[in-house]
């Protein structure tokens, strides 16, 4: 059914119509005498609430005097329909309680007043004509513990907006992260691509002697390798969202086990972290094997697990060279490296580091060169452990 729009008096000449609503009989006279004298138009009177919106149908008030508690279809029911089919008829509820629940009630149904039956004749007019205009008046005994709840909701939907926000920004700083992870890691991949397209060629096109056919096809296995590495890498960047509850120290021996050169330090309790365990078996492999590739032999690499106020906190030591201090960002750029093509002594593609800060970033830590010298050089990973 359409709603029906009942205009304001557009004459302020004009009394206002109003119409009483209340199961009480004795009650409902009291109220039309006082209305009257007020010079107020009382157009009808109902005793139920199914009364009341057939009465509002075909009387057009301005204004409803609504009693809150009536057998059947009580006061709150009864305004919720009743603004639902005519909005602009103001509506005052009436009652004999201060009950904090039954005035949210009536507020959130569309009351615009809230009036307690035993509050002076003055108010109950002034909350009438009011109402009328389109205002509102809440009794004197209501008004302080509704403000104060008001004030509480309102401070609560503000802490949940601020919460919303923070949250709405880390999800998209998550997104620029993987995203970023992504864009690098398919930059990597075209590198190997290319290669083992071009081997392929020249194996297809050319008649090559035996030697340097076997050194072709010897290229073409270890780039597609290192291919297969990097979709695996790949793999897991895209799956950084998985998560489980992870023991970093038991990841932490895990990738140890892989070399007797790798030694690990772990308190006897450490907190789990939630977070995706291939990912953080990622990050610490690339670590690690960048400090096997930058050791000597016959040199250890020390992975020290502590928990800090922070989090928890992974410390990778190996005993290379170092690293320049002007170089600690550069090193973490795709496809850098600090050696000179014509003198490297450690090959790979460039991207370990990259991979170990981005994927760590994924997952809410982060990756830095905590210290470096002569005498090698510690790289730190930091975990954030949330509740």
């Keep these: 059914m359409e709603q029906a729009l009942l205009p304001r008096p557009l004459d302020p000449a004009r009394p206002v119509r109003v119409l009483v609503v209340d199961d009480n009989a004795g009650f409902r006279e009291s109220l039309l005498s006082l209305l009257f004298a007020g010079n107020l138009d009382v157009v009808g009177q109902a005793g139920s609430g199914a009364?009341?919106?057939?009465?509002?149908?075909?009387?057009?008030p301005d204004v409803v005097l609504m009693d809150v508690r009536m057998p059947t279809m009580d006061g709150i029911e009864t305004t919720r329909r009743l603004k639902g089919r005519f909005p602009r008829v103001g509506v005052v509820a009436l009652s004999s309680h201060e009950?904090?629940?039954?005035?949210?009630?009536?507020?959130?149904?569309?009351?615009?007043?809230?009036?307690?039956?035993?509050?002076?004749?003055?108010?109950?007019?002034?909350?009438?004509?009011r109402a009328a205009k389109g205002g509102a008046m809440l009794s004197p005994e209501v008004t302080p513990r509704v403000i104060e709840e008001l004030t509480e909701a309102l401070e609560r939907e503000?802490?949940?907006?601020?919460?919303?926000?923070?949250?709405?920004?880390?999800?998209?700083?998550?997104?620029?992260?993987?995203?970023?992870?992504?864009?690098?890691?398919?930059?990597?991949?075209?590198?190997?691509?290319?290669?083992?397209?071009?081997v392929a060629q020249t194996l297809h096109?050319?008649?090559?002697?035996?030697?340097q056919e076997a050194e072709l096809l010897s290229r073409l296995v270890s780039r597609a390798q290192d291919l297969a590495r990097l979709v695996e890498r790949f793999e897991l960047a895209i799956d950084a969202g998985l998560t489980e509850r992870v023991d970093?120290?038991?990841?932490?021996?895990?990738?140890?086990?892989?070399?007797?050169?790798?030694?690990?330090?772990?308190?006897?309790?450490?907190?789990?972290?939630?977070?995706n365990r291939g990912v953080a078996r990622r990050v610490l492999e690339e670590l690690v094997d960048n400090a096997l590739r930058f050791s000597s032999e016959d040199s250890?690499?020390?992975?020290?697990?502590?928990?800090?106020?922070?989090?928890?906190?992974?410390?990778?030591?190996?005993?290379?060279?170092?690293?320049?201090?002007?170089?600690?960002?550069?090193?973490?750029?795709?496809?850098?490296?600090?050696?000179?093509l014509n003198v490297r002594l450690h090959q790979g593609a460039g991207m370990g580091l990259t991979l170990a800060r981005t994927a760590a970033r994924a997952i809410g830590g982060d990756v830095t060169v905590e210290s470096s010298g002569p005498a090698g050089s510690t790289f730190l990973w930091t975990i954030a452990v949330k509740a």
Excluded: C, W
């Design 99 to 129: 009950d904090q629940e039954i005035v949210r009630g009536m507020l959130v149904a569309g009351a615009s007043g809230y009036v307690l039956k035993d509050s002076d004749g003055d108010e109950i007019l002034t909350a009438v004509n």
């Design 158 to 198: 503000r802490r949940r907006a601020r919460e919303l926000e923070a949250a709405q920004d880390a999800l998209l700083e998550r997104s620029v992260q993987r995203h970023e992870l992504v864009s690098r890691l398919s930059h990597e991949l075209r590198t190997p691509i290319t290669v083992i397209l071009g």
């Design 300 to 340: 250890p690499v020390d992975v020290t697990v502590s928990h800090a106020p922070a989090g928890i906190e992974v410390r990778v030591t190996d005993h290379g060279p170092g690293i320049d201090e002007h170089d600690h960002e550069r090193i973490f750029g795709p496809l850098e490296q600090l050696e000179e």
């Design 51 to 60: 009364e009341a919106l057939e009465l509002v149908e075909s009387l057009g």
């Design 205 to 211: 096109q050319v008649d090559a002697p035996p030697e």
């Design 248 to 275: 970093v120290a038991d990841v932490a021996r895990e990738v140890a086990a892989t070399d007797p050169r790798v030694h690990v330090r772990d308190p006897d309790l450490l907190p789990s972290v939630h977070m």
